[in-house]
């Protein structure tokens, strides 16, 4: 993080060269982690070299992010907020660098970037999860996304959201199991949507508390209709006020 956005740093890299310094030391670094993982689909220098080279387009992608947040949040103050402190940015980002090392067949550590991001947010995204570009999730905190989720561009979520399976079984493994969401859809709080076959149609709407196991099209508006009885008693006050 600190070499995709500076402001991260725990100290400056002011210059060209304190940059190729830290991106040095950090492919070694991955390298020497990568060798402690079994099974590895290809030399773990040659993976590290790999993933260092796609940071560049990490960091785009990133960006157009950040830039979605801050045109959707009027409490967002610039890019660099966003980048520095926003949990649902800093989740968005360990997921597609934990994507981009599930994407190379990489176990075990694409996952425990992921639960990092979980512990230091409470957004739990699985790395398998397909995510499109200008993703923004506003406050996030319960948001839940599972492995075979797919999401378009432009796509905007909510605190408590659930995109989860109908049924988990371990014999479910390996199918479909998680919504797809299609793009400029917008889901709001506490929604949850269930199911492998179930699609949010493109610019859709799914209100808060939401709980839907079927497809619905494009531009739909779903939602419930609020029942909000309030009642009062008397005021008790009122029976003590007396005169002699």
């Known amino acids: 993080m600190a070499l995709l956005f500076p402001q991260r740093a725990e100290r400056p890299l002011p210059t060209a060269d304190a940059v ?8 070694a670094e991955l390298a020497m982690l ?25 960091r785009a992608a990133l960006l157009r992010d950040a830039s979605a947040i801050l045109a959707s949040d009027p409490a967002a103050q610039g890019l660099a907020e966003i980048i520095s402190s926003y949990p649902g940015f800093y989740a968005t980002a360990l997921y597609r660098l934990a994507h981009a090392l599930h994407q ?18 409470g957004i739990d995204i699985h790395p398998g999860a397909q995510i499109g570009p200008a993703f923004c999730i506003d406050h996030g905190t319960g948001l839940v996304i599972g492995e075979t989720a797919i999401i378009g561009a ?26 797809t ?6 889901i709001y709080a506490g929604a949850t949507i269930l199911g492998g076959s179930t699609v949010i149609g493109a610019y859709s709407i799914i209100g808060g508390n939401v709980w839907l196991t079927e497809s ?8 419930h209709r609020a029942h909000i009885n309030i ?8 029976e003590l006020v007396f005169s002699i």
């Open 154 to 179: 432009n796509v905007q979520i909510y605190q408590g959201v659930t995109l989860g399976a109908l049924s988990v079984t371990k014999g479910l493994q390996g199918t479909k199991r998680h919504p």
């Open 34 to 58: 990568l060798a402690q993982v079994p099974a590895l689909p290809a030399p773990a220098a040659e993976l590290a070299e790999e993933f260092t080279a796609q940071l560049p387009v990490l």
């Open 181 to 186: 969401i299609e793009d400029y859809a917008v």
């Open 231 to 238: 009642s009062r008693s008397v005021d008790p006050a009122a």
């Open 104 to 121: 190379r067949g990489l176990p075990r550590l694409p996952r425990l970037l992921s639960e990092y991001a979980h512990q230091r947010t």
């Open 20 to 27: 190729a310094a830290e991106l040095h030391h950090f492919r």
């Open 216 to 223: 619905v099209p494009s531009h739909s508006r779903v939602y």
